[in-house]
Nanobody
Framework: QVRLVESGGGLVQAGGSLRLSCAAS????????MGWYSQAPGKQRELVAV???????NYADSVKGRFTISRDNAKNTVYLQMNSLKPEDTAVYSC?????????????WGQGTQVTVSS
């Protein structure tokens, strides 16, 4: 199991920026995919951005051009740089690690960090 701890959330005005961090309890070098998901009140959790072990990235259409996901394997940390924030970005953002355990696919989750964007 990988323990994930998110940080960096908070309250920001529309147009502002935040950088979220996700610190893992062990090396993320071999983890197939690290991702950020958001869940707004009354809505289902949805993918925001994902980065593979090779560094390839994928983004939700709603954040393309505004958010950037990156990983620092030396620090066992994944980041989400969030620019040009909008009120509709308000949600709890959670980090996910998806990897093969040897017998099955595992999804580990952090506790989440709140992002609130005021208009």
């Amino acid at each position: 199991q990988v323990r994930l701890v998110e940080s960096g959330g908070g309250l920001v005005q529309a147009g502002g920026s935040l950088r979220l961090s996700c610190a893992a309890s062990r090396s993320i070098f071999s983890i197939n995919a690290m991702g950020w998901y958001s869940q707004a009140p009354g809505k289902q959790r949805e993918l925001v951005a994902v980065i593979s072990s090779s560094g390839s990235t994928n983004y939700a259409d709603s954040v393309k051009g505004r958010f950037t996901i990156s990983r620092d394997n030396a620090k066992n940390t994944v980041y989400l740089q969030m620019n040009s924030l909008k009120p509709e970005d308000t949600a709890v953002y959670s980090c996910n690690a998806r990897y093969w355990s040897g017998t099955s696919i595992v999804n580990d989750w952090g506790q989440g960090t709140q992002v609130t964007v005021s208009s």
